[in-house]
């Protein structure tokens, strides 16, 4: 069955990296997103991308952040300069077409912000 | 602006019981809802969809009522397990074309044998 991978599992990194967590969505998907879940916290919506571009982002997805789906297959976030506040669990996810569709999830990367 | 609020935040009971998870959003202009499941440092597994148009749908023991003129959702699970155990979580898809999905804090269950 196919599913959306994320890579690494697990990110350890000091404050003020860079760090690009990846994604695989679904093959036949066009509907593509990024939440984050700090601990003991809900899951938030940080940006949905559709076509190529930003369809919509929350708050939290200030300049430091940003996505690309730079081949056919792979969908990343970056975070230019983190923060300890950046710690959290990020979760990729895709829709097929349409916004009735249901959404898939990847097993998400925890990051770890020191 | 959407609000989903999960009751209770945690469960705690005996196999085999029936038990019912409740789930409220402050906007009745959705498209669906969606309820998940997430193991304790895990990733989020779709357990059941339902669309604005739909009462409920059932996946085995599961069980997913909607209504929306009342702003609740409940997820019912029969003859509960102790692999049940795991929080539950509920999220609304809005009226925006991205699609976003706005969950509920979730449901802490835990299914003693």
């Known amino acids: 069955e196919p599913e959306v991978t994320q890579t690494p599992s697990h990110q350890v990194t000091q404050m003020g990296q860079e760090v690009i967590l990846r994604c695989v969505p679904i093959?036949?998907?066009?509907?593509f997103y990024w939440y984050r879940q700090i601990l003991g916290q809900k899951v938030e919506f940080l940006v949905s991308f559709y076509n190529n571009e930003i369809s919509e982002k929350s708050e939290i997805f200030d300049d430091q952040f940003s996505v690309e789906r730079p081949d056919g297959s792979n969908f990343t976030l970056k975070i230019r300069s983190t923060k300890l506040e950046d710690s959290a669990m990020y979760f990729c996810?895709?829709?097929?077409?349409?916004?009735?569709?249901?959404?898939?999830f990847g097993p998400g990367t925890r990051l770890t912000v020191l | 602006k959407q609000e989903v609020t999960q009751i209770p935040a945690a469960l705690s009971v005996p196999e085999g019981e029936n038990l019912v998870l409740n789930c409220s959003f402050t906007?009745?202009?959705?498209?669906?809802l969606q309820w998940f499941r997430q193991d304790p440092g895990k990733g989020l597994t779709s357990l059941l969809l339902i669309q604005s148009s739909q009462r409920e749908q059932t996946s085995g023991r599961l069980n997913a009522s909607l209504d929306k003129s009342s702003g609740r959702s409940t997820l019912y699970i029969a003859a509960s397990q102790p692999g049940d155990s795991a929080t539950y979580l509920c999220a609304a898809k809005g009226q925006s074309n991205t699609g976003k999905l706005i969950f509920g804090q979730g449901t802490t269950l835990q299914v003693k044998p």
């Open positions: 996810a895709s829709t097929g077409q349409g916004q009735y569709n249901e959404q898939f």
């Open positions: 093959s036949n998907h066009l509907y």
């Open positions: 906007d009745s202009a959705i498209y669906n």
